[in-house]
């Protein structure tokens, strides 16, 4: 799975074990729910990284909880296209 796909799957078990839909997200992150669902249906190929600390912000998360998963500690390298 490519970093993108980890980056929505991840955002969707965070939102489950917070209760939130993107809609609550986005609310409390600061950011437009379209930003979010870019993020989480595939047309933001590539969330910044301030985009993704927002989220955090509004989960109550670190970055570092954010990417502390064996998912990410197993992603291989990105094709450039």
Do not use: W
């Amino acid at each position: 799975m490519d970093t993108q796909k980890q980056v929505a799957l991840r955002i969707q078990q965070l939102c489950a074990a917070h209760g939130y839909n993107i809609n609550s997200l986005a609310r409390k992150s600061g950011i437009p729910p379209t930003t979010v669902k870019n993020i989480l249906y595939g047309t933001s190929r590539n969330p910044g990284v301030i985009t993704i600390k927002l989220l955090c912000d509004g989960l109550g998360i670190s970055l570092y909880d954010f990417f502390d998963t064996d998912a990410f500690k197993t992603v291989e390298l990105e094709d450039i296209e």
